[in-house]
C-alpha cells in the first residue's frame, strides 16, 4: 500500500508541510490467516487512480476523489476516501463486485470516527470470516453472499512552533457490514500509531554550549498492528508500540535546561518502557479493548 498522505478538500488546517510517520500500521504479510478464518489483506493501489492534486470545479457539495483507488489482490472489493469541498471530512466509497454483473456495485459509507483536521489515508483490511461483523445475516442472498470487512482510516496532522514541531497519526477502525437495505459501518477501534516532536532547547550560545550542541529534544512513538493467529470470533489483535527520547533524560513535561550541562552520557536516544508495550486487542461490546489498557502516551503523540 503507498503510504503517502492524501490532503483534504480543501487543504487542511496544518502549520507544519511535512509529517514524518516511518511506523508500518500494518506489519503482517498479505494473506495472513486466523484460526476463525479472518484474512488480514495487503490493498493495492490501482495504476491511475490517484486524485487530481487541485479539486474539479463545479457542484461543491458533489464528492470528488481525495485518494487512490485501492483494491484486494482478487479485485473483490475496492475502496477509496471521497470528500466534497462543502464536506471535506473524508467517507469512504467502496466497490463489491457480484459474479456475473458487468461492473462493481458502488456504495458510500460515512466513517462514524471522530472529526479531525489533517490528512486521512486508507489502511489495510481484513476481510471477515463468513458470518461474523454484522448484527444478523441479511435475508437477501446477494447481500448474504457479500463479505464484511474491517477497513481503518489513518488521520495525520502537524503543527509547528518556533524551533520545532510535532506530528502524529491515529488509526480508525470500522467494521464495514451488509443488511437487506445496503452497507452500513461502525467505528471499532481509535487509537494513536505514530507520533514525533522537535522542542527547540538552546536559546543563547550558553544553552548550546550546556547542551553540547544537541539543541532538540526529540520525540517519536511508533506502533504496529497485527492479526494473531489464535482469533476464533471477530480478529484479535496485536498492537507493539515503541516510544523514545533524545536526549535521554528529556520529557516534554518539564524544562530539559533545568538539568543543566549535558554530559556524553545523556547524548544518546533512549528507548522509553512505559510507552513500549505490546497489548492484545480484544472485541468486546461492539469495540476493541486493549487488554490491559494502552497507558498515556501523549508526551510523544501530543501535538
Same mark, same amino acid.
Given at each position: 500500500?503507498?503510504?503517502?498522505?492524501?490532503?483534504? /478538500?480543501?487543504?487542511?488546517?496544518?502549520?507544519?508541510?511535512?509529517?514524518?510517520?516511518?511506523?508500518?500500521?500494518?506489519?503482517?504479510?498479505?494473506?495472513?490467516?486466523?484460526?476463525?478464518?479472518?484474512?488480514?489483506?495487503?490493498?493495492?493501489?490501482?495504476?491511475?487512480?490517484?486524485?487530481?492534486? !487541485?479539486?474539479?470545479?463545479?457542484?461543491?457539495?458533489?464528492?470528488?476523489?481525495?485518494?487512490?483507488?485501492?483494491?484486494?489482490?482478487?479485485?473483490?472489493?475496492?475502496?477509496? /476516501?471521497?470528500?466534497?469541498?462543502?464536506?471535506?471530512?473524508?467517507?469512504?466509497?467502496?466497490?463489491?463486485?457480484?459474479?456475473?454483473?458487468?461492473?462493481?456495485?458502488?456504495?458510500?459509507?460515512?466513517? !462514524?470516527?471522530?472529526?479531525?483536521?489533517?490528512?486521512?489515508?486508507?489502511?489495510?483490511?481484513?476481510?471477515?470470516?463468513?458470518?461474523?461483523?454484522?448484527?444478523?445475516?441479511? !435475508?437477501?442472498?446477494?447481500?448474504?453472499?457479500?463479505?464484511?470487512?474491517?477497513?481503518?482510516?489513518?488521520?495525520?496532522?502537524?503543527?509547528?512552533?518556533?524551533?520545532?514541531?510535532?506530528?502524529?497519526?491515529?488509526?480508525?477502525?470500522?467494521?464495514?457490514?451488509?443488511?437487506?437495505?445496503?452497507?452500513?459501518?461502525?467505528?471499532?477501534?481509535?487509537?494513536?500509531?505514530?507520533?514525533?516532536?522537535?522542542?527547540?532547547?538552546?536559546?543563547?550560545?550558553?544553552?548550546?554550549?550546556?547542551?553540547?550542541?544537541?539543541?532538540?529534544?526529540?520525540?517519536?512513538?511508533?506502533?504496529?498492528?497485527?492479526?494473531?493467529?489464535?482469533?476464533?470470533?471477530?480478529? /484479535?489483535?496485536?498492537?507493539?508500540?515503541?516510544?523514545?527520547?533524545?536526549?535521554?533524560?528529556?520529557?516534554?513535561?518539564?524544562?530539559?535546561?533545568?538539568?543543566?550541562?549535558?554530559?556524553?552520557?545523556?547524548?544518546?536516544?533512549?528507548?522509553?518502557?512505559?510507552?513500549?508495550?505490546?497489548?492484545?486487542?480484544?472485541?468486546?461490546?461492539?469495540?476493541?479493548?486493549?487488554?490491559?489498557?494502552?497507558?498515556?502516551?501523549?508526551?510523544? !503523540?501530543?501535538?
Amino acid at each position: 500500500m503507498n503510504t503517502a498522505s492524501t490532503r483534504l /478538500l480543501p487543504a487542511p488546517r496544518v502549520l507544519c508541510a511535512a509529517l514524518l510517520l516511518a511506523a508500518p500500521w500494518g506489519a503482517m504479510a498479505a494473506d495472513a490467516r486466523d484460526a476463525a478464518g479472518n484474512r488480514w489483506e495487503a490493498l493495492i493501489e490501482q495504476p491511475g487512480t490517484a486524485p487530481p492534486t !487541485t479539486p474539479e470545479s463545479g457542484d461543491p457539495d458533489i464528492a470528488q476523489p481525495v485518494s487512490p483507488l485501492f483494491c484486494t489482490g482478487d479485485r473483490a472489493w475496492c475502496v477509496r /476516501l471521497i470528500a466534497s469541498r462543502n464536506t471535506p471530512q473524508p467517507s469512504l466509497q467502496v466497490q463489491e463486485f457480484v459474479p456475473g454483473e458487468d461492473g462493481p456495485r458502488d456504495r458510500h459509507v460515512g466513517y !462514524t470516527g471522530p472529526e479531525r483536521d489533517g490528512q486521512f489515508q486508507v489502511w489495510p483490511y481484513i476481510r471477515l470470516a463468513p458470518g461474523l461483523g454484522a448484527p444478523s445475516v441479511p !435475508t437477501d442472498p446477494v447481500q448474504a453472499a457479500f463479505e464484511n470487512v474491517v477497513v481503518g482510516v489513518v488521520v495525520e496532522q502537524s503543527t509547528g512552533y518556533a524551533g520545532g514541531g510535532a506530528s502524529n497519526g491515529t488509526l480508525l477502525l470500522e467494521t464495514i457490514y451488509h443488511t437487506d437495505e445496503g452497507v452500513e459501518s461502525s467505528s471499532v477501534l481509535s487509537l494513536p500509531v505514530a507520533g514525533q516532536a522537535s522542542i527547540r532547547a538552546c536559546f543563547s550560545e550558553q544553552d548550546t554550549a550546556l547542551r553540547k550542541g544537541a539543541c532538540h529534544d526529540e520525540y517519536t512513538f511508533s506502533a504496529a498492528l497485527s492479526l494473531l493467529p489464535q482469533g476464533r470470533d471477530m480478529p /484479535l489483535l496485536r498492537y507493539a508500540s515503541t516510544a523514545t527520547r533524545f536526549p535521554a533524560f528529556v520529557s516534554r513535561n518539564r524544562d530539559s535546561l533545568a538539568k543543566g550541562a549535558l554530559t556524553d552520557r545523556d547524548l544518546r536516544t533512549a528507548r522509553d518502557p512505559a510507552c513500549s508495550v505490546e497489548r492484545t486487542l480484544r472485541y468486546v461490546s461492539g469495540r476493541y479493548v486493549a487488554e490491559p489498557a494502552l497507558p498515556d502516551c501523549s508526551e510523544f !503523540t501530543g501535538l
